[in-house]
């Protein structure tokens, strides 16, 4: 029978054996912490990155509100300069506003009321309904509103006098829009909102 052989030194094989162990075990731990400290490193990253996506793409923000068109009815439009009488006019617009929605979610608004002011006097109102704007569009409405001038102070049928003879009305609305009417085209022109 063959037997077993033996290594002339016993303790040199257990110290090699016992080193190789001890190195592959100081291996392990130095890629278990390379391991570790790359799962930390990526999840600090990974949180930079989504708080940087909220705090700049997820904000929210104000919808813009606009006055996108308009026309007059040519039944309903009479201004008013005679000699005898105080200026006046009476139209009836045709707009289209437009809500414009930047945010990524969408967007609820209640009834509310939109304010034509000439010089600080309402002239004119038109009601919004309550609706949603879908994420990053732009929801378009129609509005038919009578302007006129019923209820304006003094000062400012003198002003009013004055703007129908240069043939155009500045028009500043609630919503933060300025616009031109030209009387002799009958037409809005310059409309600016902010």
Known sequence: MAEKEESPYPMAANEESSLVTENSRALRKKKRMKCIAFFVAFTIFQTVVILVFVLTVLRFKSPKFSVRSGSFDNDTFQIGMESDAAPS?????????GVKNTDFGHFNYEMSTVTFEYRGTAVGMVS???ARTRARTTRKFDAKLLLKTDSMA?????????????????KCAQMNCTMNVDIQTRTLQDIVCK
Not at 89 to 97: A, G
Not at 155 to 169: A, C, N, P, Y
Request: proline share 0%; glycine share 10%.
């Open 89 to 97: 006019f009476n139209l009836t617009m045709n707009t289209q506003f």
């Open 128 to 130: 919004v309904d309550k």
């Open 154 to 170: 003094d000062e400012s049928f003198e002003q009013l006098g004055g703007d129908i003879s240069s043939g155009k009305k500045k």
